[in-house]
């Protein structure tokens, strides 16, 4: 399970895609102890953000992440997905087919799903937003999330967004500078901390001419200043 948010920006006068995800996975490990065998949910570090190669799409991806998501997310940044034309049709083809293939042509279970978001640049070089639903829906968004906290998300940014002021105030065209995106996003996925499958922070900013990526950068901020505060501590008990 995840918290993926979507928010499309102002960036020095063009539009600017910000996506934030957590970092956490959650999978099933079994101990065998002889005559029982223990069956835990586990947590671990889990990439969620993925750019494409040619530095013109990200991908959010929600859900379960088996070798048919991994499948699609390989083929999406390696740039082998019809972006645009999945765009125009509104139809995502690989989304649809992968959970057919799960269902068996009998049943689909909840836990066997994905969802996912796409920032991608249109014919005219400007980063949009899209949702992708399990059956292959695509539709075209200003803000939104997914995953199993995203109705925290969404609750959060939308008081957030209502209060009208400081960081999240609303600009010209109804859309947010990308500084305030990034911090509105950023908090709201601290708040969607509350789900227990949500831990963690990537950040993934597309513009017009690339993609930045912070993920890696804030982690190494978080690990330095914890390593600063726990020498300041052995100072103090020195």
């Not at 970092?23 to 947590?43: H, I, N, P």
């Not at 671990?44 to 991908?59: C, N």
């Not at 969607?192 to 890696?216: C, F, H, M, N, W």
């Amino acid at each position: 399970m995840t918290t993926i948010i979507g928010l499309e920006t102002r960036y020095k006068g063009a539009s600017a895609i910000v996506l934030a995800s957590d970092m956490t996975g959650t999978g099933t490990d079994f101990d065998d102890k002889g005559e029982v065998v223990l069956k835990r949910r586990v947590q671990a570090p889990y990439k969620k953000l993925y750019a494409a190669q040619d530095g013109r799409s990200v991908i959010g991806i929600a859900g379960i992440y088996d070798t048919l998501a991994q499948d699609l997310v390989k083929k999406f940044v390696n740039g082998k997905l019809d972006l645009q034309k999945i765009a125009n049709d509104g139809f995502f083809p690989n989304m649809e087919a992968i959970h057919l293939k799960r269902a068996k042509g009998r049943f689909l279970r909840p836990d066997d799903s994905n969802s996912a978001l796409i920032a991608c640049l249109d014919e005219d070089g400007s980063p949009v937003l899209y949702t992708c639903f399990p059956l292959g829906g695509v539709e075209r968004r200003e803000g939104t999330a997914i995953g199993s906290g995203s109705d925290y998300a969404l609750d959060f940014m939308s008081q957030e967004l209502v209060r009208r002021r400081g960081p999240v105030d609303i600009i010209s065209e109804n859309y947010m500078d990308l500084m305030a995106g990034m911090d509105l996003s950023r908090r709201a996925i601290r708040h969607s901390a509350r789900d227990i499958y949500t831990k963690g922070l990537d950040l993934v900013v597309l513009t017009p001419k690339d993609i930045k990526e912070y993920g890696q950068r804030i982690r190494t901020a978080i690990d330095n200043a914890e390593e600063g505060e726990m020498d300041l501590i052995r100072k103090e008990l020195d």
